[in-house]
T-cell receptor, first 112, second 116 residues
Framework: GESVGLHLPTLSVQEGDNSIINCAYS??????FIWYKQESGKGPQFIID?????DKRQGQRVTVLLNKTVKHLSLQIAATQPGDSAVYFC???????????FGQGTRLTINP | DTGVSQNPRHKITKRGQNVTFRCDPI?????LYWYRQTLGQGPEFLTY????????KSRLLSDRFSAERPKGSFSTLEIQRTEQGDSAMYLC??????????????FGSGTQLSVL
């Protein structure tokens, strides 16, 4: 069915280290994926997206990797900063569908 | 600041009362979505509009829920006879669909509903 999940509900990293947040999706018919960041009291904020015909996409300090063979998505954040502390959600869109299906989220905590 | 505005930010109501939320999308965005989010969970799709047409509704959207986008700009979400289970963050998002694929949703800060 439509299901997007995350391996770890919480992740703590040292400031300046790299973070990797993982996401497993279940529907091989999904053709579009997005990572969102949500801070307390705010709505989700777009970070980066990737289409299913790609396996890697880079942004500013962030990289998304897509492994369709094992239906796995990851978000890499380089040189994490205190402002990166938030809950991160991956979301998928089924091919032909018009809505995003979100996973549960991973809370990223940056330790000083 | 994503540009999507939601009002009110917080709403406390008693069970059985009706509530209405408003969403103003980013100007010129032709798609508008409503999602619901409970604590510790990801947003769940409720419904979406393309211009003024409501094109899809989730099974989560019971007959007590109604959404409108009369002029293809702002939207309202009304919940009638609220129940405690309706307590959640109601998120609005908008996007500009210019082709058959790919659309980033831009979310507002949400309306936090508490039903007592």
């Amino acid at each position: 069915g439509e299901s997007v999940g995350l391996h770890l509900p919480t992740l703590s990293v040292q400031e300046g280290d790299n973070s990797i947040i993982n996401c497993a999706y279940s529907n091989s018919a999904s053709d579009y994926f997005i990572w969102y960041k949500q801070e307390s009291g705010k709505g989700p904020q777009f970070i980066i997206d990737i289409r299913s015909n790609m396996d890697k996409r880079q942004g500013q300090r962030v990289t998304v990797l897509l492994n369709k063979t094992v239906k796995h998505l990851s978000l890499q954040i380089a040189a994490t900063q205190p402002g990166d502390s938030a809950v991160y959600f991956c979301a998928e869109r089924l091919q032909g569908a018009q809505k995003l299906v979100f996973g549960q989220g991973t809370r990223l905590t940056i330790n000083p | 600041d994503t540009g999507v505005s939601q009002n009110p930010r917080h709403k406390i109501t008693k069970r059985g009362q009706n509530v209405t939320f408003r969403c103003d999308p980013i100007s010129e965005h032709n798609r508008l979505y409503w999602y619901r989010q409970t604590l510790g969970q990801g947003p769940e799709f409720l419904t979406y509009f393309q211009n003024e047409a409501q094109l899809e509704k989730s099974r989560l959207l019971s007959d007590r829920f109604s959404a409108e986008r009369p002029k293809g700009s702002f939207s309202t979400l009304e919940i009638q006879r609220t129940e405690q289970g309706d307590s959640a963050m109601y998120l609005c998002a908008s996007s500009l669909l210019t082709g058959p694929t790919n659309e980033k949703l831009f979310f507002g800060s949400g309306t936090q509903l508490s039903v007592l």
